[in-house]
């Protein structure tokens, strides 16, 4: 049997950007992405902490350090800039891989979406 986990988790990070023309996305900056293991094309989901809401869509590398949480194509509609939301990347684990003491990374964020703590 496989269980569905959490993998990664940015915790806290404020939208940057939002581009309503563009190939639907989120774009995150690479030192977020790389402190959480998540990849670019990577299916992640996004929750909102200002309405409640959750989208799903992929992850598109934004420059390291540069802060960038921006929400492209029609997830532009679905936040306002300042929003603070968390986002999800799950994996599929069988119990002897969730039993050797394997842990997801949460990465909390503080101003300017720099990481403040990865655990």
């Known amino acids: 049997?496989?269980?569905?986990?959490?993998?990664?988790?940015?915790?806290?990070?404020?939208?940057t950007e939002t581009k309503l023309y563009y190939e639907g996305s989120v774009t995150i900056d690479s030192a977020l992405l790389e402190a959480v293991d998540i990849i670019p094309g990577e299916k992640v989901e996004v929750l909102n902490l200002h309405n409640g809401s959750r989208i799903e869509t992929y992850v598109m590398e934004g420059?390291?350090?540069?802060?960038?949480?921006?929400?492209?194509?029609?997830?532009a509609r679905w936040a306002q800039i300042g929003d603070?939301?968390?986002?999800?990347?799950?994996?599929?684990l069988d119990e002897a891989e969730i039993r050797k003491g394997w842990q997801s990374r949460t990465a909390i964020v503080g101003e300017g979406n720099k990481i403040e703590k990865v655990v």
């Open 84 to 92: 603070k939301v968390i986002i999800l990347s799950y994996a599929l």
């Open 63 to 75: 420059e390291k350090d540069g802060g960038v949480i921006c929400l492209n194509g029609p997830a």
């Open 1 to 15: 049997m496989l269980r569905q986990m959490c993998k990664g988790k940015i915790h806290s990070a404020a939208v």
